[in-house]
């Protein structure tokens, strides 16, 4: 099938160099009719105005230049973070859902789950949805340990024994320290930018009040 192929090619370009050839040809002899020059000449100036011609059209029918404007807009589409969530709606499928404690769910869940695309050594055996709910799994404990803190409390954190306590009081087997050890730090992370907010949600008991920060 292949040198079928080529065997096609090679006769398609020696007819179309047969065709040029022949063009340019009856181009010269035209010329010669009337102008003083031999049939090569003629000929072969008929090649340079067969080919002027051809390049002429040829830019003639191009696509109108964008003037740059196509370039920038695929700048901008790469500038554009490619970046892996777990999205909203998989905390909030209705606007009832849009609680404070879906809020620090959402916001949570996903700092564990940077953390562990960044340390692939930890889910090596998983896939993404299975380090999604993985990250889901570990927030809902960490809220249940948040959930009892004082407003008092100077600093929030969690401990790696609070999670443990709080999934096996969901009847979950807890999971391997590396694991735990890199979510806890991930939730503690996020929880110094979060302190205001959760020290206001734990006084007012507001986790399942609605949250203005959708």
């Known amino acids: 099938m292949r040198a ?12 179309s160099f047969a065709l040029v050839i022949g063009v340019a040809l009856g181009i010269g002899w035209l010329l010669t009719l009337f102008l003083p020059f031999s049939l090569f000449e003629a000929t072969l100036l008929g090649m340079i105005a067969a080919v002027a011609t051809l ?7 191009s696509p109108i230049p964008d003037f740059g404007f196509g370039e920038e807009e695929e700048e901008e589409e790469e500038a554009e973070p490619d970046t892996d969530e777990i999205p909203l709606s998989r905390f909030c499928k209705t606007d009832a859902d849009r ?16 953390d562990f695309l960044d340390s692939p050594g930890v889910i090596a055996q998983m896939n993404d ?11 809902d404990a960490a809220i249940a340990a948040l959930k009892v803190k004082s407003p008092r409390t100077k600093r929030f954190r969690v401990t790696t024994g609070m999670l ?6 969901m ?5 391997d320290d590396d694991i735990l050890d890199t979510a806890v730090s991930a939730i503690n992370d996020e929880l110094v930018s979060s302190q205001e907010e959760l ?9 399942d009040e609605p949250a203005d920060i959708f």
Request: proline share 2%; no cysteine.
């Open 199 to 207: 020290r206001e949600v734990i006084r007012g008991k507001l986790w």
């Open 99 to 114: 609680t404070w404690e879906n809020w620090f769910r959402y916001l949570i869940a996903n700092t564990i789950y940077e």
């Open 4 to 15: 079928i192929l080529i065997i096609l090619v090679i006769v398609v370009l020696v007819i």
């Open 55 to 61: 390049t002429l059209w040829r830019n003639i029918l």
């Open 164 to 169: 443990k306590h709080e999934m096996t009081k």
């Open 171 to 175: 009847g979950q087997r807890p999971y």
């Open 129 to 139: 949805r299975q380090v999604q709910e993985l990250s889901i799994r570990l927030t």
